[in-house]
C-alpha cells in the first residue's frame, strides 16, 4: 500500500515538474498546462482524502461489520422516510378503473328514454 502511495506522489510531482518546464507561448500549450496542473491538485485532493477514509475505517473484522451493519441500517431508515414522504400510490394494472367509451358517456334520466 506505501509503494502505490510513494508511486502517485512521485507520478505527481514529475507531471508538476514536467507542467512548470512546459513553454507556454501558444494557447493550446497554456491550456494543456493549466488542466495538467488542475489534475495535480485532483491528485493531491484524492490522495488527502484517502488517507481520511482510511483513517475513519474500523481496522478489525468484526468493527468493519459493525460498521457495514450501521451503514445498512441508516439506509433502511432513509428509505423508509424517503417513501413516507412520497406516500403517492400509484394505480397498479388490477386496480385501475375501467375506462371504456360507455361508461364515459353522460346517462340520460329515465323519463327521457
Do not use: W
Amino acid at each position: 500500500m506505501s509503494s502505490f502511495r510513494e508511486g502517485l506522489k512521485e507520478r505527481k510531482e514529475e507531471l508538476r515538474r514536467f507542467c512548470e518546464e512546459m513553454p507556454s507561448s501558444s494557447e493550446g500549450l497554456q491550456k494543456l498546462r493549466e488542466e495538467l496542473l488542475r489534475l495535480c491538485e485532483d491528485m493531491s485532493i484524492f490522495e488527502e482524502g484517502r488517507q481520511k477514509l482510511y483513517v475513519m475505517l474500523p481496522r478489525s473484522r468484526e468493527a468493519m461489520l459493525i460498521f457495514l451493519e450501521g451503514l445498512r441500517k441508516v439506509d433502511e431508515v432513509l428509505l423508509k422516510n424517503l417513501l413516507a414522504a412520497a406516500s403517492v400510490t400509484v394505480p397498479t394494472e388490477g386496480d385501475a378503473p375501467a375506462h371504456t367509451a360507455d361508461s364515459e358517456k353522460p346517462s340520460l334520466p329515465d323519463d327521457v328514454k
